[in-house]
């Protein structure tokens, strides 16, 4: 199992950028897959990014494609999320989120996702 925290959130104008950070403990943490999932004020919660355990292959929601870039450093257990050009419809609820079970091959689907973060609050103003 992985314990996941997320860090970074925060209030930004449109057209800003935040880095979330998203730090891991646990064994094994390099060979897990890792994602982002946001949850906006009524919506349910959806994909944003998923990197593979060694960083080579990504995989972007159309809504972030261009904007956001997922990265991770396994030698720190830390995965990020750069947010650049930020619209207000970016406003969520930010998750980070492990898998063991996707065998370090990225992944979309929130529910091959075992482990999560508490979530941290990106609120976007026009």
């Known amino acids: 199992q992985v314990q996941l925290v997320e860090s970074g959130g925060g209030l930004v104008q449109a057209g800003g950028s935040l880095r979330l950070s998203c730090a891991a403990s646990g064994r094994s943490f390099r060979y897990y897959t890792k994602a982002w999932f946001r949850q906006g004020p009524g919506k349910e919660r959806e994909f944003v990014a998923t990197i593979s355990w060694g960083g080579d292959d990504t995989e972007y929601a159309d809504s972030v494609k261009g904007r956001f870039t997922i990265s991770r450093d396994n030698a720190k257990s830390i995965v990020y999320l750069q947010m650049n050009s930020l619209k207000p419809e970016d406003t969520a609820v930010y998750y980070c989120?492990?898998?063991?079970?996707?065998?370090?091959?990225?992944?979309?689907?929130?529910?091959?996702?075992?482990?999560w973060g508490q979530g941290t609050q990106v609120t976007v103003s026009s």
């Open positions: 989120a492990a898998s063991a079970r996707s065998r370090g091959a990225t992944m979309r689907i929130s529910s091959w996702y075992d482990d």
